[in-house]
């Protein structure tokens, strides 16, 4: 039986202990914000928080998130700075992978308030948006790094 | 048909309902907006009575609490048409669109053609929104009218309210939305459209998407999210050659797989495989993990295939060989061979670029129920009546009875006008008398797509002593997508207008020529389709004339392109009829240039840039929108080519949401990107050699441009496409940057192909 929080709420689980976090979020407990994209984490579509820090959903086994806190894009109170000033930049297109981008943007602002854009660079490039809005996440960050300043 | 579905649809969860809303709409007194002034030409065509009474709106309703429900019959993929055609019909009843909501529409040729392609949403239903929404409008003024006991003529409308001129009496939409819709629906001529300085929506940089809270939030329902209770879930293991049959399997590793409930055998397309399930095992689970666990384990053993001779480095030879031959002639100006023939100075080129994938986020996906013969099914497709007529033919059941509901797309690109998913999902839920979900994997989705097609260009020039071409001769070469639905198709017949039988320049001399291919792979659209490389070779060959002119690349387009004229295309059918409607304008072609060339300081910057950078320029017109790119390359000491800025301009006529536009062209920059430098599917007997974003590389943040600029271009020409067509000029723009910067010509794709250094 492997415990943990997800969203603040406790969980058990007793399934397969290699099935990916993303198939429980997904399948298990109807937490759907969370996507796939890739499976062996190269896209980041599947972003969410264990501790607070960014992680591959589609990557982590159960096993390996015993007693932690996991955070899904719905255990994020809106409109966070960061959600707002996708809004306001309007970034989305199809908006498939924007869940993974945020929860990746979160995560590089809790590190770093105001991260340059080399910074941004390197903390996102493993979040891949095939509508190509690179250049309006980038722009989201800066004006959510200046929101929370 | 109504029962089994009513019942379907109190089981399905999430997606919302579109018949219970509307019903529940109906019975409280709204106002419906009847179908009847659909224009004759739609109904024509499927030679169908109007809409039933029981469901009399196909495109909007008002409750009595003033919400305005607005139907989307096109699919959301990420280019705005769920929000772009509701706010045209938002504008022309007078509504407040913060008072509507929109509601996807099922699968139905009640609305006409629903094949989300093209890039035509807008354009071929911009003036039926405009007339749905005044016609309303019209309806709530008489309505209102009668009420106060006034003439209709005395009352106008401010967002969401009837207004009495003479007294400032108000009634809300809402108010009169019941007796309204027991008024006549008045005639087209009778409905005033409001002149375009009174727009409220159309063309406001406020618009923004009508998904964008859910989005942001993870609320918006993807194929991926669609459920339906007792649902089980299936990963299918298909041929890995394309047409290969089951010889035998071995399932028993696979049913040891915790959660893993069964597999299930899904026949082999008779070809042409058109949109049918390629075939194969399905593992059914209770969960996707454990179907796709299930699936490692599982040994197939195949028939063989006539198309297991596929070898990507072979073939390319074949096409380029054919590419060197005379082939099927499809515009003609003057005589090119008579202007060959009197020599002077012959350039020649050739060019190449591979298969792609589309590789949108969300893999394929459906979840389906077959019931009693009929079909429900829930996906991201950009085609859901394409969803009815596929299923129907692969369970042999009328299309009427699949019911085809439609979520948002996780990314399209074309991959999604093909439902083989759904069809697999709707197979296996008739074997299985359960709700099925088809998952893809990525590796499925990089290997079994319908592949942008490999294509061979062979061009040819005489070149006067000012540096102009007297003739111009183009030649192209590749499997069409007519070999989708036939395996006869060897020409791209339906290809040559994306680019290739238009060449808007001013050459006395041209011919455009379609050789002859084989297919091995299906293949299909792909975001601007056969443009990518039309465009490529032919603004490449541009720019190679230019620099062998040594001319400035921007004045020599400019020449090339000629004065401000209509360009004489002697076009048949569909195309014939774009061109009545659309003509192709010089004038605004070069527009297009002269912005790009200003906003990028061309003039200034392009000559003094120092070693190792360089600006590249191409212009293109297609889904009749004129687009100019300029693109600014850095090639390092590794070769490695970074991107700092790219201008693009675009006149794409009437517009309805400028920054949804800017965001389209700032993604085709970045599209264009993984194309031109990592974009790249090859096949080794048949097989396809990439399986996921390891090896089918798409740009990263780190690697796409650093700014991506989009000019407008202002303009009352009727609307023309947003979503493809920043694609095709990027790549050749790139090239002739890398060329200023390095003087080595790319003449194939990717150019990681092309050592710089």
Redesign the interface.
Known sequence: MIRFKVNGKEKTFD??P???LL?YL???A???????????A??G?CTVHQNGAAIRSCSTAMKEISGAEIT???G?A??HPV?KA??EI??????????GQ?MQAIALLKENKNPSDQE???A???????????????AAIHQAAKETA | MKLMETKLMENVSRPVSRRGFLHAALVSGAFVLSARFVPEPLWAAEGEAPAPPFEPSLWMLIAPDGTVTIVAHRSEMGCGSRTALPLVITDELDADWSKVRVDQAIGDPRYGDQDTDGSHSVRSYFDLMRQVGATGRVMLISAAAAQWGVPPKDCTTEPHFVVHRASGRKLGYGDVAAAAAKLPVPKKEDVPLKPRAEWRYIGKESNSLFDLPEIVTGKAIFGMDATMPGMVYASVEHPPVLGQKIKSYDDKAALKVAGVQKTVAIDTFKPPHQFQPLGGVAVIADNTWAAFKGRKSLKVEWESSPHAVYNSAPFRKTLEATSREPGKVVRNVGDVDAAFAKGGKIIEAEYYTPHLAHASMEPPVAVAEYRDGKVLAWAPTQNPQAVQETIAGVLGIKKEDVTCHVTLLGGGFGRKSKPDQVAEAAVLSKQLGKPVKVVWTREDDIQFDFFHSVAAMYMKAAVGPDGKPTAWLQRTVYPPIGSTFSTEAKYADDEMGLGWNNLPFDIPNHRAENGPADFHVRIGWLRSVANIYHAFAIHSFADELAKAANKDSVQYLLELIGPPRIVNLDLKGDEAEDAKNYPLDTARLRRVVEIAAEKSNWAKRSMNMGKGRGMGIAVHRSFLTYVATVVEAEVDAKGQVHIPGVWTAVDAGTIVSPDNIRNQFEGAAVFGTSLALFGEITATNGVIDQSNFHNYQITRMNRAPRQVEVHIVKSEAPPAGVGEPGLPPFAPALCNAVFAATGKRVRELPLSKTKLV
């Open positions: 399934g397969d290699d099935m990916p198939w997904r399948d298990v109807e937490l759907t914000g969370t996507k796939f994209g890739c499976g062996i190269l896209c579509a899904t894009i719905e994020i809106p409109m959600q996708w809004m309007r970034v989305p297109q199809c908006g498939y992978c924007q869940t945020i941004i660079d390197t996102m490039s493993g979040n891949l948006c095939r509508c190509g809005t690179y250049q309006r996440i980038r």
